[in-house]
Nanobody, 116 residues
Framework: QAQLRESGGGSAHAGGSLRLSCAAS????????MGWCRQAPGKEREFVAR????????YYADSVKGRFSISRDNAQNMVYLQMNSLKPEDTAVYYC?????????WGKGSMVTVTS
């Protein structure tokens, strides 16, 4: 069983930056895709970004493309989300996730608030 824990959330002004980190523990996540989703108040959870175990081409939601960047450090069991040019509509709880062959793990989330 793996545990994922997000950190680095908080508040930023529009146009600012934040970096989210996700630490995995409990088991190795070799071969797992890792990524980020978010859930804004009153809305459904939505995909933000994901990256395969080997790295390669990251995938982003259109709403964050060009502003957010996902990366991972497999040796440290970490995944990151660099968020630049933040907008008020980026305000949400951000969740780290890992999945492979139908097995999913989720963190408890980290709140990001962007003020105009």
């Amino acid at each position: 069983q793996a545990q994922l824990r997000e950190s680095g959330g908080g508040s930023a002004h529009a146009g600012g930056s934040l970096r989210l980190s996700c630490a995995a523990s409990g088991r190795t996540l070799v071969g797992y895709r890792m990524g980020w989703c978010r859930q804004a108040p009153g809305k459904e959870r939505e995909f933000v970004a994901r990256l395969s175990w080997s790295g390669g081409t990251p995938y982003y939601a259109d709403s964050v493309k060009g502003r957010f960047s996902i990366s991972r450090d497999n040796a440290q069991n970490m995944v990151y989300l660099q968020m630049n040019s933040l907008k008020p509509e980026d305000t949400a709880v951000y969740y780290c996730a890992a999945d492979s062959a139908g097995v999913e793990y989720w963190g408890k989330g980290s709140m990001v608030t962007v003020t105009s």
